[in-house]
């Protein structure tokens, strides 16, 4: 496959048969490629850090290590990992969704749901052995976030973990795959969306790309050596009755590096109804009405992951409209 025209690929895949697209990499890798398949055409119609944190540097970078040994493989190989639906615990891809996506966005991924129960690709060697070491450590962070959120809240530090009952809460490791690309201004590698959970975690090859909006603009994010990125998720916003929101954000291409970026999602139990926690829906000014409505939270991820990745729609439809 990786030797054949980019325009003898593009025959295959688009846009009539979207199922019989491979990856990205392969695309990007194709020789004489200088433009973007139209389908990929997008037309244009300060983000926490945490230091600190306990997580070997070791670690960090063998992860990255093992995930790039991962979209290495050998396409055909890479396919044994495929899934078929959002629930499955490992799901090899590109793009988002695209079942449903006009454009398709420079990207390929590899989904995998790593507790309460672990599971990991079995290809590349030792990439199972690390991922379980690193989804450990990093959701160790995780709730130690969320214990501090909870008390920032007024309520007791174990709330959110006892509410939600994260000992059986979902984490899914999520890797990106951004290959260079000969015409960034017009592709996305994705879009504008928030995320599902709690708190996301995610570090990146040292290659800038991510975007978050703040007042309106699109600001680029930067990440301190060592460092985790931290962005708050829907049901975070949910829980809190809107005290904190989830970050809207969005992964850029460019023409001179690859990005890989490792984003772990820290969710409730999926048997979890998330609602505004009743304890904050007192105030000094009296009720406070709830703004959203509960979800369990499996039906709510399943909602976003079967569905086109748009802004903040998934989180409006649990949105109570203010009388």
Known sequence: MAAETASLLLSQAFPSQPTKITSIKTLAESPGLTSIPAAYTFTPDLHDQVVNHGVPENLLSSILDGCKGFFDLPEEEKQEFKGNHVLDPIRSGTSFNVSVEKAF???????????????????????????????????????????????????????????????????????????????????????????????????????????????????????????????????????????????????????????????MVHGPSLDSVVSPAPELLVSCKGNEPAAYAGMKYKDYLELQQSNKLVGKSCLDRVRIPAV
Not at 122 to 135: C, D, F, M, V, W
Not at 152 to 169: H, M, P, R, T, V
Not at 201 to 214: A, D, K, M, S, T
Not at 217 to 238: C, Q
């Open 105 to 263: 966005y420079w990207r390929d991924f590899l989904k995998v749901f790593v507790h309460p129960v672990f599971y990991s690709p079995t290809k590349p060697a030792g990439l199972s052995e690390i991922s379980s070491e690193y989804s450990q450590r990093v959701r160790e962070v995780a709730r130690g976030l969320l214990k501090g959120i909870s008390e920032s809240l007024g309520l007791e530090g174990s709330y959110i973990d006892k509410a939600l009952n994260l000992e059986q809460g979902k984490q899914i490791f999520i890797a990106n795959l951004y290959p260079t690309c000969p015409q960034p201004e017009l592709a996305m590698g994705i879009p504008p969306h928030s995320d599902h959970g709690l708190l996301t975690l995610l570090i990146q090859n040292g290659i800038g790309g991510l975007q978050i909006q703040h007042k309106g603009k699109w600001v680029s994010v930067g990440a301190l050596p060592n460092s985790f990125l931290v962005n708050t998720g829907d049901h975070l916003e949910i829980l809190s009755n809107g005290r904190y929101k989830s970050v809207l954000h969005r992964a850029m291409v460019n023409n001179k590096a690859t990005r890989i970026s490792i984003a």
